[in-house]
């Protein structure tokens, strides 16, 4: 079955048709994601569960916050960013939290994310990127010490990492890439739109647009593609 996480639904399609599984009123909706053992994690709220046959199976992570995403590694681990704890790692039978106890910056996690060398990243909204590798939490250099509202990364064919800032109104309007250590602004977005999209197309090459238009990096330049719209 495929699943779909959508702000106040969950649905299963099943191959054929839609079923909604569940609905709920909670502002932060629904997040799922499939571990590397094919299970099935839906967040709501500040509700993780684990889904089985006869529906959802509440975890405890050890704290109550607001889950912001599901995710999973190269290797399989689920991953859970919350909106105040920090974020979370299943790895076995026990999570991990990675929040300001441990040297991250802020407890606000958008995101997670795992390049091609294994070093774990955290998109965090007041803090900008973080690092984990096995020597510990390591906060990127900011450059540009107005851009800490972090949401989302990818890695290029280069194994260059980039991210975008916060896509609300009032965010962060701006992209960039990780290069020694710190981050590194490429220029604020040209639109008037708050960047929605951040991506990377079959070839590795960086995708970036808002709901009026989409551009791909090449070469240093936003070469506008055309939609056939």
């Not at 859970?80 to 910056?105: H, I």
């Not at 965090?124 to 390591?138: A, L």
């Not at 981050?183 to 604020?188: C, P, T």
């Amino acid at each position: 079955a495929v699943w779909f996480a959508l702000h106040n639904q969950l649905i299963r399609f099943d191959g054929r048709r839609f079923f909604v599984e569940e609905e709920t009123s909670k502002s932060m909706g629904y997040k799922v994601a499939v571990d590397g053992e094919g299970q099935l994690w839906i967040g709501s709220g500040n509700v993780l569960r684990r889904w089985g046959t006869s529906g959802g199976e509440r975890v405890d992570v050890g704290v109550s916050a607001a889950i912001r995403k599901l995710q999973v590694d190269r290797s399989g681990r689920l991953w859970v960013s919350t909106m105040s704890a920090g974020a979370f790692c299943l790895d076995g039978d026990d999570f991990r939290q990675f929040s300001q106890a441990e040297g991250m910056p802020r407890d606000a996690v958008n995101a997670v994310f795992e390049d091609r060398e294994g070093l774990i990243w955290f998109a965090t909204y007041g803090g900008g990127p973080v690092s984990f590798d096995p020597h510990g939490v390591r906060p990127a250099t900011l450059n540009e010490p107005g851009k800490r509202r972090a949401e989302r990364f990818v890695e290029d064919s280069t194994g260059k990492i980039w991210l975008r800032g916060n896509r609300n109104p009032d965010g962060d309007n701006w992209f960039g890439f990780i290069a020694d250590g710190g981050l590194q602004i490429v220029e604020e977005w040209p639109s008037g739109g708050p960047i929605s999209v951040l991506d990377v197309d079959a070839e590795g090459q960086v995708l970036v647009g808002d709901t009026r238009q989409l551009r791909r990096l090449c070469d240093g330049r936003l070469d506008t593609v055309d939609l056939g719209t």
